[in-house]
Nanobody, 127 residues
Framework: QVNLVESGGGLVQAGGSLRLSCAAS????????MGWFRQAPGKERDIVAA????????YYADSVKGRFTISRDNAKNTVYLQMNNLKPEDTAVYYC????????????????????WGQGTQVTVSS
């Protein structure tokens, strides 16, 4: 069992920045990939970024490339999502997720490929 707790969401004006954190606990040694997803009302849960737990590989959705940065601190079992130059279309509930499947394929990009989820944190960007 892996437990994930997100923090750092809030209300920010367009062009502003936020940093989300996701603290993992439990069987963290089973984690191979951590991802950030977001879900706006009436829309599907889409990947934003992902990072291998013990490798340097990362993935970013085209919509956030150059604006968002995913990073991790293995000593703290924490993954971060630095979000800069935020836009109103970034408004959503942001979820972190953990995949415990060995990395024999490319970084998973679909929600159902992840095994554990946090409770979500709201990010609202005003225009």
């Amino acid at each position: 069992q892996v437990n994930l707790v997100e923090s750092g969401g809030g209300l920010v004006q367009a062009g502003g920045s936020l940093r989300l954190s996701c603290a993992a606990s439990g069987r963290t040694f089973n984690i191979y990939t951590m991802g950030w997803f977001r879900q706006a009302p009436g829309k599907e849960r889409d990947i934003v970024a992902a990072i291998r737990w013990t490798r340097s590989s990362t993935y970013y959705a085209d919509s956030v490339k150059g604006r968002f940065t995913i990073s991790r601190d293995n000593a703290k079992n924490t993954v971060y999502l630095q979000m800069n130059n935020l836009k109103p279309e970034d408004t959503a509930v942001y979820y972190c997720a953990a995949d415990t499947s060995p990395p024999i394929i490319a970084i998973p990009k679909i929600a159902n490929q992840y095994d554990y989820w946090g409770q979500g944190t709201q990010v609202t960007v005003s225009s």
